[in-house]
């Protein structure tokens, strides 16, 4: 809480740079699955460094759970809104589901569906956040 002339307010700033961080990452999924694989069709040499395939989405699964699951419970909890955490529950879910089928245009399809869900989560949290702090004012 901050304190305005003797007031306490709600600090404006807590847990939105977790969601901003989310959504970034969330656009580097994005980049991987749709950008990354035509660059290496016309360049074999970082088609070598794109092919981390399983891997890199095990790493970036291992990235997005914990920190989706914390930054959107803590934006519920200041918030109260169910969509943010549903959505991203969802997103979630297409996530593991994409790395079940990795290395077929299905696993690629849920991957994307599952980046997007959870920008779009995360957006949605900020904007809860940002009306409960306006509501508290």
Do not use: K
Request: glycine share 10%.
């Amino acid at each position: 809480m901050e304190r305005i002339d003797g007031i306490a307010t709600p600090d404006r700033h807590h847990g939105r740079g977790w969601d901003r961080l989310a959504i970034s990452a969330s656009a580097l999924c994005l980049v991987h699955c749709l950008v990354l694989p035509l660059v290496a069709a016309f360049l074999p040499m970082i088609a070598q460094w794109a092919g981390w395939g399983e891997a890199f989405h095990v790493a970036m699964l291992g990235i997005a759970v914990p920190l989706s699951s914390l930054t959107l419970f803590a934006g519920w909890r200041r918030h109260r809104a169910l969509v943010p955490p549903a959505i991203g529950a969802a997103g979630l879910a297409l996530l593991v589901a994409g790395l079940v089928f990795d290395g077929q245009g299905l696993g690629t399809a849920l991957t994307v569906a599952g980046s997007i869900a959870l920008a779009v989560a995360h957006i949605a949290n900020l904007r809860a956040s940002n009306l409960a702090i306006l509501s508290a004012l």
